[in-house]
């Protein structure tokens, strides 16, 4: 069973970095896809960044200019989210899940909500100015 535990957000000032971890501790965490989503204060959860199977494609959305990196190591069955140069609007509650397709290795469009299916619980990523 898929088990997902998100972990390094925390305080950070703008320009600052963090860098968040996804561990599935009890799925079959090389068989799918990954993916990256956000909840910012009082609005939508939106996508952020994924994955896919070999890690061979990463996708972003396109808000981020190039300041996060989606990585992932199937040995440790463990996602990683580097972010760089943050800012305000960045400060929201960090989520990963699993894509619901068996060994994606292409997405045809942008990842969406949709896509994923066994979420994390959170972590709270807060860039003050």
């Known amino acids: 069973q898929v088990q997902l535990v998100e972990s390094g957000g925390g305080l950070v000032q703008t320009g600052g970095s963090l860098r968040l971890s996804c561990v599935d501790g009890g799925g079959t965490f090389s068989n799918n896809a990954m993916g990256w989503f956000r909840q910012p204060p009082g609005k939508e959860r939106e996508f952020v960044a994924a994955v896919t199977v070999n890690g061979g494609q990463t996708y972003y959305s396109d808000s981020l200019e190039g300041r996060f990196t989606v990585s992932r190591d199937n040995a440790k069955n463990t996602m990683y989210l580097q972010m760089n140069n943050l800012k305000p609007e960045d400060t929201a509650v960090y989520y990963c899940?699993?894509?619901?397709?068996?060994?994606?290795?292409?997405?045809?469009?942008?990842?969406?909500?949709?896509?994923?299916?066994?979420w994390g619980q959170g972590t709270q990523v807060t860039v003050s100015s």
């Open positions: 899940a699993v894509d619901n397709t068996y060994g994606r290795r292409v997405y045809f469009h942008q990842p969406q909500f949709s896509d994923f299916e066994f």
